[in-house]
């Protein structure tokens, strides 16, 4: 892959690997720019609309996923492709640690009416190229890997990444609960008691609930980056989070998200229980099954009708149980496809 300076204007196209022949086909870094953030927005919207994806994110909403550039840099991660100055797919990746070794997570989408072109394998390669390259700048010279979450409905993707020598590993799913009457009675494990949210507990609370998820299967190694970029988001409103105190030591904690620009593109009223914890010490009491309940009361009473989360089918907490006795359902199913490079 080589940048080289289109003849028309000052943009760095790059030339991509076997790019399908499409006539006015460029791809090109995004500068970081309102319209470009608007355009990965557009793309994304359009292909989950397509396979019925929940996620339809706004321009300030993907401005706010790259603020860490330590992870992914749009201007060297991404790429976007454009037919006749149109964009019409982007992909990317960005990098964590999980287990110890650097993994690449990687994605990418198609607006419907461009699909089955060679675009997304296209993209794939060039998602697959620069993962190689970061790769192979890790300091420890160790191992690392790709990974790329698909979901059920993404036949193509499926496809696509087997075809490119992914193994699926784990399967997640995103539950559904239509509707936020008859909430079951779920009362705290004695002595413990829920308290507000001030920014003085932030570091607290956040802190707890990353010490919670490192039990979960391959956990993502949270960063300092992190823990600024979430209390920085335009949609927080930590009026809506349950943190369950015994004491001086947090329990465990619900965070319910509302995602104000989503649901207005989808014509819903849709909470989301993004992070649901609880330390070893106060487990199988029933403490995750009372904040499951609470948060979706806080829901119910922020005028939402509807709640959703995401769960490991192999969660080692039980969490799955918990939250079909609570009137979740499954509704989509996620695999994890992963491929590892030797350093």
Same mark, same amino acid.
């Given at each position: 892959?080589?940048?080289?300076? =289109?003849?028309?204007?000052?943009?760095?196209?790059?030339?991509?690997?076997?790019?399908?022949?499409?006539?006015?086909?460029?791809?090109?870094?995004?500068?970081?720019?309102?319209?470009?953030? #608007?355009a990965?927005?557009?793309?994304t919207?359009a292909? %989950?609309?397509?396979?019925?994806?929940?996620?339809?994110?706004?321009?300030?909403?993907?401005?706010?996923? @790259?603020?860490?550039?330590?992870?992914?840099?749009?201007?060297?991660?991404?790429?976007?492709?454009?037919?006749?100055?149109?964009p019409?797919?982007?992909?990317?990746?960005a990098?964590?640690?999980?287990? &110890?070794?650097?993994?690449?997570?990687?994605?990418?989408?198609?607006?419907?009416?461009?699909?089955?072109?060679?675009?997304?394998?296209?993209l794939?390669?060039?998602?697959?190229?620069?993962?190689?390259?970061?790769?192979?700048?890790?300091?420890?010279?160790?191992?690392?890997?790709?990974?790329?979450?698909?979901?059920?409905?993404?036949?193509?993707?499926?496809?696509?990444?087997?075809?490119?020598? @992914?193994?699926?590993?784990?399967?997640?799913?995103?539950?559904?609960?239509?509707?936020?009457?008859?909430?079951?009675?779920?009362?705290?494990?004695?002595?413990?008691?829920?308290?507000?949210?001030?920014?003085?507990?932030?570091?607290?609370?956040?802190?707890?609930? %990353?010490?919670? @998820?490192?039990?979960?299967?391959?956990?993502?190694?949270p960063?300092?980056?992190?823990? /600024?970029?979430?209390?920085?988001?335009?949609?927080?409103?930590?009026?809506?989070?349950?943190?369950a105190?015994?004491?001086?030591?947090?329990?465990?904690?619900?965070?319910?998200?509302?995602?104000?620009?989503?649901?207005?593109?989808?014509?819903?009223?849709r &909470?989301?229980?993004?992070?649901?914890?609880?330390?070893?010490?106060?487990?199988?009491r029933?403490?995750?099954?009372?904040? /499951?309940?609470?948060?979706?009361?806080?829901?119910?009473? #922020?005028g939402?009708?509807? =709640?959703?989360l &995401?769960?490991?089918?192999?969660?080692p907490?039980?969490?799955?149980?918990?939250?079909?006795?609570?009137?979740?359902?499954?509704?989509?199913?996620?695999?994890?496809?992963?491929?590892?490079?030797?350093?």
């Open positions: 892959m080589t940048a080289t300076r =289109a003849a028309d204007d000052d943009t760095p196209w790059l030339d991509l690997a076997r790019a399908p022949a499409i006539e006015g086909l460029r791809f090109r870094r995004p500068r970081g720019d309102d319209d470009d953030f #608007a990965l927005a557009a793309i919207v292909s %989950n609309r397509a396979d019925e994806i929940p996620f339809l994110p706004s321009a300030e909403h993907l401005r706010e996923e @790259f603020d860490d550039l330590s992870r992914s840099d749009p201007t060297r991660d991404v790429v976007l492709a454009e037919v006749a100055g149109a019409v797919a982007e992909a990317g990746m990098r964590t640690m999980r287990a &110890g070794i650097p993994v690449y997570e990687i994605w990418g989408h198609v607006d419907p009416a461009w699909r089955r072109r060679g675009l997304g394998r296209a794939l390669r060039e998602n697959l190229r620069r993962t190689r390259e970061r790769g192979a700048k890790e300091p420890d010279g160790g191992p690392f890997g790709a990974r790329a979450h698909v979901d059920e409905h993404e036949i193509g993707h499926h496809r696509l990444v087997a075809d490119a020598g @992914f193994e699926p590993i784990r399967w997640y799913f995103m539950m559904r609960r239509p509707t936020l009457d008859d909430i079951p009675y779920a009362p705290l494990p004695d002595g413990l008691d829920i308290r507000p949210v001030t920014p003085d507990l932030h570091r607290r609370i956040w802190d707890a609930d %990353n010490e919670a @998820f490192r039990d979960h299967w391959q956990a993502r190694e960063e300092e980056s992190d823990f /600024t970029s979430l209390f920085a988001k335009a949609d927080l409103d930590t009026s809506l989070w349950a943190v105190w015994d004491g001086d030591e947090i329990a465990g904690v619900v965070q319910p998200w509302i995602w104000k620009d989503e649901n207005r593109e989808l014509g819903v009223q &909470g989301w229980l993004e992070h649901i914890s609880v330390r070893r010490p106060w487990r199988r029933g403490l995750g099954r009372a904040l /499951t309940a609470e948060g979706l009361r806080r829901l119910r009473a #922020a939402m009708s509807e =709640a959703m &995401g769960v490991d089918a192999e969660n907490t039980g969490a799955l149980g918990v939250y079909e006795r609570l009137g979740f359902e499954v509704h989509q199913r996620t695999t994890a496809y992963a491929i590892r490079f030797e350093g």
